[in-house]
């Protein structure tokens, strides 16, 4: 089975797994104590209102009507309308996309360019002081909250040595005039960087931790195979020996927890987005739960649940690129 074959048939598998995220989502959305129609009416509106949003919304029909509609609608791309935002909750989701899938790419970024060659260095010198420094600092990235980090980044970095931005986040290439301050283009790149550090390195810091440990151990066990001894034994230098011999096979285990950790981040997201008052996917899904809007709240867990299923066959592909002995279900 050739590679666009295989991607084809993972993307297959992965519908029943959208409809079954659409249906708990839709029922448990719908389960929720309290009326959205109140919330958006206030406390005593008029009866005529009410059905008519009611009646504008679908609100009226019965569950398993709205269910079934809702389920053709997303077939069709329609992932229903905002009563909170009265947009449609396509359109509010690409606006607020985005700006949460820059900031954990930023964040997996910094994981792996940390991550990397600190497990590297750490299986290469193992038992000696830089090891030790390296597991201590994984074991502290690992223990600690994500938003504790973040609440400690703006005590020291915002309000005690003034250096960054506490709060906001937009892309670099947002329009000089939207943003305060900013006359060039060059303008809103350096004030985009400069509130993306703090909320990066706060949602980074558990990946980096993960895949330190992950790496360091993959690299140990890489170290020790046979090949590799051969490699030391016809003179191949070791920087060769771990970049060129050791360093792809030990790779697969990094890829897993890199994949499966798409969904870690996109959750810490929600909390660092609401620590640092960024406008992104993690901030409209608490909005729309207090609001109980239920089109939104609907259509962005199917649009997480989405980039995940993206991020796993990303993941199963990757495999068989990094280690020839995987392959394609070939039997």
Not at 187 to 205: F, H, N, Q, Y
Not at 316 to 322: F, M, N, V
Request: aromatic share 10%; with cysteine; hydrophobic share 50%.
């Amino acid at each position: 089975m050739g590679l666009l074959r295989y991607t084809a048939w993972r993307c297959l598998q992965a519908i029943p797994v959208l409809i079954g995220i659409v249906t708990i989502t839709f029922f448990l959305t719908n389960a929720i104590p309290g009326d959205p129609v109140s919330i958006m009416l206030g406390p005593t509106p008029s009866a005529e209102m009410v059905e008519q949003v009611q009646a504008r919304y679908g609100l009226n029909q019965p569950l398993h009507e709205r269910y079934f509609s809702y389920l053709a609608g997303v077939a069709q791309g329609d992932l229903g309308h905002s009563i909170y935002y009265d947009v449609p909750v396509l359109t509010k989701i690409i606006e607020r996309l985005p700006v949460t899938a820059y900031l954990v790419f930023s964040a997996f970024g910094f994981a792996l360019l940390t991550a990397i060659p600190l497990g590297v260095i750490s299986a290469k010198r193992r038992n000696e002081p830089v090891d030790h420094v390296s597991r201590i600092v994984a074991l502290i990235g690992v223990s600690t909250p994500s938003f504790w980090i973040g609440l400690l980044l703006i005590i020291l970095f915002s309000f005690q040595l003034g250096l960054l931005p506490a709060t906001g986040l937009f892309l670099p290439w947002a329009d000089p005039a939207n943003v305060r301050g900013a006359v060039t283009q060059l303008d809103v790149v350096v004030e985009s960087l400069k509130r993306l550090v703090m909320p990066m390195v706060a949602l980074g810091t558990l990946q980096m931790a993960s895949i330190t440990r992950i790496e360091r151990s993959s690299m140990v066990d890489s170290l020790q195979n046979e090949y590799v001894k051969l490699a030391r034994a016809y003179g191949v230098d070791e920087r060769g020996v771990v970049w060129k011999h050791a360093f792809k096979p030990a790779q697969l285990p990094v890829i897993t927890i890199v994949g499966l950790g798409l969904s870690t981040a996109l959750g810490g997201a929600v909390l660092i987005e609401t620590v640092f008052e960024i406008n992104g996917m993690g901030r409209l899904v608490i909005q729309a739960i207090n609001n109980q809007d239920y089109p939104l709240v609907m259509g962005t867990t199917f649009m997480l649940g989405a980039l995940y299923l993206v991020g796993v066959i990303i993941t199963d592909i990757s495999y068989a690129y990094i280690d020839p002995r995987v392959t394609y279900g070939e039997k």
